[in-house]
């Protein structure tokens, strides 16, 4: 299978399932003040972990086919909001968006720019394109309020000490019409996957949420999709679409054996990514939840 161009942003929680309490990880050296996972220092082994692996081609393969199915692009500037290492970011570059990169960890936002100059170098995109902030998602509606009609963020919640507070500060970025496009760690595809792994006391006491500590990449704060719909209801936010990457792969006892097996796998994942019941176990879940225009809006758009 060949490796689209691009990638989800990944940067910088909660209790159980039945309640959408806020987990709040212990102070660790791995924690910002904040108590969000940073990855300063850790800009290897999160290359290599995910990008190193099947895993990681499958989100990239699913991105890639879902992005342009659940949002409307228009080549609108866009905010990705904990960028990583840009791959993201180079996706919408290369359909000739403007984007602007916010990520707190210098050492991803450094690889971010590297990654997007070298590609500028090939004719790829281009660099002028795109412009960087060091900052954190909290941040940004101070430093870069928009407002907005397209706002990323991928694989960032799942890290952060307060996902729900950071569900308002999206929405507070968004222009009237505008598109989030939201992927977050999905907690119960987490619990299954432990079941299935034999971690059967960890699924029952449902301590599935990382610490943010050493070299470890379990997310402190996997979030359920009733918490995601829930809060961002509560923001006014519309959900149009959700689709699950990676509802299969996960799962598997062994790896695909040669070409034929792996050419059924992706294939399974592209069919069932959108249907339910198959979606709500993706290890990932992937939203686009748009802002409502003003209702004058809407008529004006409707009066010929």
Same mark, same amino acid.
């Given at each position: 299978?060949?490796?689209?161009?691009?990638?989800?942003?990944?940067?910088?929680?909660?209790?159980?399932?039945?309640? $959408?309490?806020?987990?709040?990880?212990?102070?660790?050296? *791995?924690?910002?003040? !904040?108590?969000?996972?940073?990855? /300063?220092?850790?800009? +290897?082994?999160?290359?290599?972990?995910?990008?190193?692996?099947?895993?990681?081609?499958?989100?990239? *393969?699913?991105?890639?086919?879902?992005?342009?199915?659940?949002?409307?692009?228009?080549?609108?500037?866009?905010?990705?909001?904990?960028?990583?290492?840009?791959?993201?970011?180079? #996706?919408?570059?290369? !359909?000739?968006?403007?984007?602007?990169?916010?990520?707190?960890?210098?050492?991803?936002?450094?690889?971010?720019?590297?990654?997007?100059?070298?590609?500028?170098?090939?004719?790829?995109?281009?660099? +002028?394109?795109?412009?960087?902030?060091?900052?954190?998602?909290?941040?940004?509606?101070?430093?870069?309020?928009?407002?907005?009609?397209?706002?990323?963020?991928?694989?960032?919640?799942? #890290?952060?000490?307060?996902? &729900?507070?950071?569900? *308002?500060?999206?929405?507070?970025?968004?222009?009237?019409?505008?598109?989030?496009?939201?992927?977050?760690?999905?907690? +119960?595809?987490?619990?299954?996957?432990?079941?299935?792994?034999?971690?059967?006391?960890?699924?029952?006491?449902?301590?599935?949420?990382?610490?943010?500590?050493?070299?470890?990449?379990?997310?402190?704060?996997?979030?359920?999709?009733?918490?995601?719909? /829930? #809060?961002?209801?509560?923001?006014?936010?519309?959900?149009? +679409?959700?689709?699950?990457?990676?509802?299969?792969?996960?799962?598997?006892?062994?790896?695909?054996?040669?070409?034929?097996?792996?050419?059924?796998?992706?294939?399974?994942?592209?069919?069932?990514?959108?249907?339910?019941?198959?979606?709500?176990?993706?290890?990932?879940?992937?939203?686009?939840?748009?802002? $409502?225009?003003?209702? /004058?809006?809407? &008529?004006?758009?409707?009066? $010929?």
């Amino acid at each position: 299978m060949s490796q689209p161009s691009h990638g989800p942003a990944a940067s910088l929680s909660e209790a159980t399932c039945s309640s $959408p309490a806020v987990n709040t990880p212990a102070a660790s050296s *791995s924690l910002s003040p !904040r108590g969000d996972r940073h990855f /300063d220092g850790l800009a +290897d082994k999160f290359s290599a972990s995910l990008y190193g692996h099947l895993r990681g081609e499958l989100r990239l *393969s699913l991105l890639d086919r879902l992005l342009p199915e659940m949002l409307e692009l228009a080549q609108q500037p866009v905010l990705d909001v904990g960028a990583g290492l840009g791959q993201q970011a180079q #996706w919408f570059l290369q !359909r000739g968006h403007q984007v602007t990169l916010a990520e707190p960890s210098a050492e991803m936002l450094e690889r971010a720019q590297a990654g997007i100059e070298q590609a500028a170098a090939g004719r790829e995109l281009a660099a +002028d394109k795109a412009s960087y902030l060091p900052l954190p998602l909290q941040e940004l509606a101070s430093e870069a309020p928009g407002p907005w009609p397209l706002v990323v963020c991928h694989a960032v919640l799942e #890290w952060l000490g307060n996902p &729900r507070e950071a569900i *308002s500060h999206l929405a507070s970025l968004l222009a009237p019409g505008g598109q989030l496009s939201l992927m977050v760690f999905n907690r +119960d595809a987490l619990r299954l996957s432990n079941v299935v792994k034999g971690n059967l006391d960890k699924a029952l006491e449902d301590r599935l949420e990382g610490k943010g500590q050493r070299q470890r990449l379990t997310p402190i704060s996997p979030l359920t999709h009733a918490q995601v719909t /829930d #809060w961002a209801e509560q923001e006014g936010l519309v959900c149009q +679409d959700v689709a699950g990457i990676r509802v299969f792969h996960d799962y598997l006892r062994r790896p695909p054996q040669d070409d034929r097996e792996l050419e059924q796998l992706v294939a399974l994942e592209h069919r069932y990514c959108q249907m339910d019941p198959h979606w709500r176990l993706g290890r990932y879940l992937l939203y686009t939840f748009r802002r $409502p225009l003003p209702a /004058d809006a809407k &008529r004006q758009e409707i009066t $010929p």
